[in-house]
């Protein structure tokens, strides 16, 4: 699987942004999708994951309640839409893909996209 995100980009304290992550290679419908973010000099963390169907949606502590995860299997297409976004958001995010059945094993990783947050 081929993921590419994009999206990002520099945006005030509040405001909001969506990624959007792009499968190909395989059947997208296949695999969980994440999202995952690294600051700099903090190491990578977990901040949303959606499943096949889109039954189950998991997300941080820190972003419950202002982003949103989807995906569109016909698209092959997994979104993050990002509101009320803070400084502390700002890092490279990146989507995953994993054929595990479970949230927290990833097999594929895209580029990754930069968000950047001013106060």
């Known amino acids: 699987v081929q993921l590419q995100a994009s999206g990002g980009g520099l945006v005030q304290a509040g405001g909001s942004l969506r990624l959007s992550c792009a499968a190909s290679?395989?059947?997208?419908?296949?695999?969980?999708m994440g999202w995952f973010r690294q600051a700099p000099g903090k190491e990578r963390e977990f901040v949303a994951a959606i499943t096949l169907s889109g039954g189950s949606i998991y997300y941080a502590d820190s972003v419950k309640g202002r982003f949103t995860i989807s995906r569109d299997n016909a698209k092959n297409t997994v979104y993050l839409q990002m509101n009320s976004l803070k400084p502390e958001d700002t890092a490279v995010y990146y989507c995953?893909?994993?054929?595990?059945?479970?949230?927290?094993?990833?097999?594929?990783w895209g580029q990754g996209t930069q968000v950047t947050v001013s106060s």
């Open positions: 290679g395989r059947t997208f419908s296949n695999y969980v």
């Open positions: 995953a893909a994993g054929s595990n059945g479970n949230r927290w094993l990833y097999d594929y």
